[in-house]
């Protein structure tokens, strides 16, 4: 069974860092692209990172692009995104995904496993 488990979330002030972690098990990894999402308060599930194995293509939403860096360690099963500069709007359940597709996606449709969140608060 595939299992994907985040990590790393907390509470920082704005302007302050946080990385988080996905670590992914049970399937050939490095066949897929794993993005990242989140889900803000009363808000829609929205991408914000993705990164595949078979070309290194990467995806950022406009809001994350300049702060936010994804990365796969394929040795460990293993994907990091790591949050810079974060302001109170980052603040939401934070959660890793494995695409359906070996390219970079952005839709939650083109994902198909999912990992249980993560919560990261930006205090102001």
């Known amino acids: 069974e595939v299992q994907l488990v985040e990590s790393g979330g907390g509470l920082v002030q704005a302007g302050g860092s946080l990385r988080l972690s996905c670590a992914v098990s049970e399937f050939t990894f490095d066949d897929y692209a794993i993005g990242w999402f989140r889900q803000g308060p009363g808000r829609e599930r929205e991408g914000v990172s993705c990164i595949s194995n078979s070309d290194g293509s990467t995806y950022y939403a406009d809001s994350v692009k300049g702060r936010f860096t994804v990365s796969r360690d394929n040795a460990k099963n293993t994907v990091t995104l790591q949050m810079n500069s974060l302001k109170p709007e980052d603040t939401a359940e934070y959660y890793c995904?494995?695409?359906?597709?070996?390219?970079?996606?952005?839709?939650?449709?083109?994902?198909?496993?999912w990992g249980q969140g993560t919560q990261v608060t930006v205090s102001s």
């Open positions: 995904a494995k695409s359906i597709f070996i390219r970079a996606t952005r839709e939650v449709y083109e994902y198909d496993y």
